[in-house]
Structures are given as structure tokens and as C-alpha cells.
């Protein structure tokens, strides 16, 4: 036994079992999310984190403080600097992870789309649902996202992202003026709300609890899969690279 | 047409010097934000044109408007309406009544067929044909139309003729309707407020006078001049908000201190109005100033937007009376709650799984051995 574990064994896998070698998949990873993919995902994440901390206490402020006279304390001023910063941060992210969808390999696509003309991808939808109602025993495995994933990716992020990209920009460019080009390009928001600037508030703040409402179902998820899929998941955002556990067919 | 005295006739003949008509039309020059250039224009525009008629009407309303007009300091409201415009007709300041004030009305429409401005206070209801406002023994939408139509262009004065106010506020029963959704092909400016300031309604007629045109108007049809800036961009207090310094009850030591209300519900950061700067009662105060916040009177649907005292508004559409962070904290523990439970079942089912693959696993174990 001793002896069997230094060998390599015909996958050039170390210290491996015998009881380990018969699990062993031949086809070790793919290559999924490119660099770039990767680098959005994280800044994404952090951004999102800050925009909604941040953004609770501009509706919310902090309680007062008196750390000095109001001309040498900034606390609400830092808020929103942060809040504006990391919002724009997301924007030009959000802009290059589009850009990267043009130009990147077929999975950076998956996000900005739903093949709701499939009827195959329709099934696979409903089988990941079983799969998470305890009705399937086994997922299948994917490369890219799973359907029910890819589904939930584009209302939440893709279409969520943009909702809160444009009516942020929106409220930002009230406090840049009426005479700003920014409020030439996204004045219009105010018009589809009606002309009230406090419903776009609203609106923004209800938007920021649709992303947290996706934040806990997706970390839930991805650390959930990585532990009970067929394949890799959280270590797949930070490589790249989809490992499988087994070679077996669906 | 018979000929129409001048502005700068009228002010001789109430026994206002040449001097003092020169120092009128530089502060009328500097309210409007114009250059010293602009004086003689402006004094030249009031030497040689006719005074404008006027024609002011007063739908479903308060007369709140009236009242904040009448109190115009620069201009004085009444300059404006003894010597630059000719009102010939208003309810509340004309000394005719009944029969000879509706006269007035018809013979200034002929007179002036396509030359007078317009003035509307208040808004007609639309529901049983206009039955809930009546002037002149008729619905006031129709006096509305017919006024409307020869008219050179339309002001809407006040919250009530631009949005509707709160005889528009949900359920809105009488359906009151602002004015551009009534009369559709004039061009018509918006002087939003629960009243507008004084001034910026004697600012707006004057400069329609003197250049004979709409001031520039903004995405929603207020002058932008007046209404291009929020409250809040220009609010003495807001050195406190950016430090994060707020009233947080009303009787609390900040409240004595002047700090920001934006935690007791100030919509200045969402109300596009002059008050920070121009001010109530001849520049004397506004209501931040008196230590209550912005109820945001000059934007559209203001009554509907949920508690004067609120920052983060009450969501009338859900039925139930809860803001964004209750609606969307609670959307949370749920999807918080069915996670947790999703996770049990999940490591439930993983064990049991473990448990009925054991034996196999072993005997495969076995079968390698």
C-alpha cells in the first residue's frame, strides 16, 4: 500500500489511493473564465459591497457626530464620495465586462443573454429547479453556468446592474446640475418616473435590495454546489479553471 | 385695436420719476440675473411696448398663488399689476363682479385675439363633465378651452395648475387635471409651488414682457432660471449634512443648533425650487430657515410620495404602510430564512446519501484489494 501512494498513478496524480484512483476523472479542468472575467467578478463584488453600505446610510444616515465644527468634518461627504466613486467604478467595470462579452470566449456571452427560444434549455431550467427542490439525485454538469444560474445571473446582475447603473448616474447627475452632460444623457429617467426625482430615489433603493437578495442566494449557492455538484465552483472564479469530479455521463 | 398705453406711460402717470424707473429696471435686470447690458434694454422694451393683457382664471384651487403674487417685492406685484400688465380680468383682484367681470373676460379675448398671456390658478376636474368647479354658471374646464384658445401662451401658477396638487392626490375623485394635459397646443410654462415665491412669479411675467418670449424652461417646463436647482444644492445648512450633522428629533439640542433636517424628512434634495435663494417675505425666511424641512411642494405629485417626515418614504403601492428598507428587509429574511433551511435540508440529504453509498464504496474497496 505504502509503495502505491508514491507512484504516480496513470493521471500523474500523487499520493493517490487506490480507493482515490478509482474516482479520479481523466479530464482534470476547462478553461472557463478568462482573466479578465475574473478580475470583474471581484471588483464587481467589492463594488457592490461598498455601493450598499454606502447607499443604506445616505438614506439612512449614521447618527450625528461632533468630531469638529461642520467646516472640518466631512462624514456624509466621505459617504457619498465612496458611494459615488465605487458606483462608478462598477459602471466602467460593467462597461468592460460587455466589452470583454464581444470580444472574450463563448461563456463571458452567457450573462448578457437567455435562450428562451431552446426548448432543451427550457428543460435543463426545470431540472435544476428539481435539483434544488431535492427532486433530482445527481445535477449534470456544466462548464459555464447552469441554466436556472444563467437565468438568475441575467435578471439580478445583467438586468439589476443596469437598472442601478443608469439610475444612479441619473441621481448623480442632479448634483453635477441641469447644465451637465450626464443629465443630457439620463434626464430622461426623471420623465419615466413620472418627473419626481424622490420616486427615482425610491426606486434606486429598492434596487439596491434586489442585489442583496441575489448576494445571499448566490454566495449560498456557489459555496453550496462547490461542496454537493460534480464540479468546481468558487475556486473556478478565482483560476478559471472548472474542475470535475467524475467522468461519468449525466 | 385701440391703442394700449405703454409701461413706461403708466409708471409716468402714477407719479413715478424717470429716476426711479431706471432703478426699477436695473433690479429687474439683476433679479433676472442679467447684465448691467440689459437696463437699457429693458427700459426701452418698457418705453415702447404696449402693456400685455393678462387674463388670470382660477380653477380648483386655494388662491394660495394669489396671495404669494400679491406680496411680489421686486418687483412690487403691484407695478406689475398696475403698470406693466393689463389684468383685465381676475377673480380675486379685479373690482368687478357677476355679469360685468365674466364681460370683461369675453371683450378682453376679442380685444387682444391672440396677444394676451394666459394666467391659470388651479386646475379644472374632468370627472361628470366638470361639475365639481363651476364659474359663471359653467364647468370650468370650458371657460379653460375657450380662454386657451386664442391665448399667446399659458402660465400654469402653483403646484395645482402644473401637477395638480392635492385635489389631484390619490384617489384623485374629481380627477383634476393639470393644464397641459387639458390644452395641448400652446406653449405653456410651469410655476410650480404651494405657492410659487412671489418674486419668482413677478420675475417670470416680467420677463415674458421685456423679451416678448417663454424664459428657457427645463425637461418639465419650469423656468430654469428659478427652477434649476434643487433646495438642497444651495441650502445654508447643507455644510451640516455633508458632515453628517442632523436634526434628529424636533426638540433635540441640533435642532436648537440649525443642523440639517434630512432625517426628519427634508425633500430639499429632491425639490427644484428658488426658496434657499431667493426666499419668502422679501428675502426674510423659508421653511428649512424656520427650522422645518422642504415638503417638496414644487415637484409633481408631491402629496403622494409619502410622510412629510420620512427620508425613506412610505411605499403606497404595496397597500401596507412600509418603506424600502422594510419591504426589502423582509424580502431578505425571507430568501435569508429559506437559504438557512435549504442548507439543513441540503446536509441532510448529503448525509443520508453518504450513509446509503457507504457499503458499496466499501465493498468497491474491497473488490480493489
Known sequence: ?250 | MEPIETFYEVMRKQGITRRSFIKYCSLTASALGLGPAFVPKIAHAMETKPRTPVIWVNGLECTCCSESFIRGAHPLAKDVVLSMISLDYSHTLMAAAGHHAEAALEETIRKYKGNYILAVEGNPPLNEDGMFCIVGGKPFVEQLRHAAKDAKAIISWGACASYGCVQAAKPNPTQATPVHKVITDKPIIKVPGCPPIAEVMTGVITYMLTFDRLPELDRQGRPAMFYGQRIHDKCYRRPHFDAGQFVEAWDDENARKGYCLYKMGCKGPTTYNACSTVRWNEGLSFPIQAGHGCIGCSEDGFWDQGSFYDRVTDLTQFGAESNADQVGMAAAGVVGAGVAVHAAVSALKAAQKKSQSRPSAESRAREDA
Open chain 1, 1 to 250: 500500500m505504502r509503495d502505491d501512494l508514491t507512484a504516480p498513478s496513470p493521471h500523474g496524480l500523487h499520493d493517490l489511493s487506490p480507493h482515490e484512483a478509482a474516482q479520479a476523472s481523466v479530464q482534470t479542468s476547462v478553461y472557463v473564465y478568462e482573466a479578465p472575467v475574473r478580475i470583474w467578478h471581484w471588483i464587481n463584488a467589492a463594488a457592490i459591497m461598498i455601493l450598499c453600505l454606502t447607499g443604506y446610510f445616505i438614506g439612512s444616515p449614521p447618527p450625528s457626530m461632533q468630531i469638529g465644527e461642520a467646516a472640518h468634518q466631512f462624514v456624509m461627504g466621505y459617504i457619498r464620495f465612496a458611494h459615488f466613486a465605487a458606483g462608478l467604478v462598477l459602471t466602467v467595470g460593467f462597461l468592460g465586462r460587455i466589452y470583454w462579452a464581444i470580444f472574450g470566449n463563448h461563456h463571458a456571452r452567457q450573462l448578457f443573454y437567455v435562450p428562451i427560444w431552446r426548448a432543451d434549455w427550457w428543460r435543463e431550467v426545470v431540472f435544476e429547479i428539481r435539483w434544488y427542490l431535492f427532486l433530482a439525485r445527481e445535477p449534470k454538469k456544466y462548464v459555464g453556468h447552469n441554466p436556472l444560474a444563467q437565468l438568475a445571473m441575467f435578471f439580478f446582475i445583467t438586468l439589476g446592474v443596469s437598472f442601478m447603473i443608469v439610475t444612479g448616474l441619473a441621481l448623480y447627475s442632479e448634483g453635477l446640475g441641469h447644465g451637465s452632460i450626464l443629465y443630457a444623457m439620463f434626464g430622461w429617467v426623471f420623465d419615466l418616473a413620472g418627473g419626481n426625482s424622490h420616486v427615482v430615489h425610491t426606486v434606486h433603493h429598492l434596487g439596491m435590495w434586489w442585489i442583496v437578495i441575489f448576494m445571499i442566494v448566490h454566495i449560498y449557492v456557489a459555496i453550496r454546489e462547490d461542496i454537493m455538484s460534480r464540479q468546481s465552483i468558487v475556486s473556478t472564479m478565482i483560476s478559471g479553471h472548472r474542475t470535475f469530479k467524475d467522468d461519468r455521463p449525466d
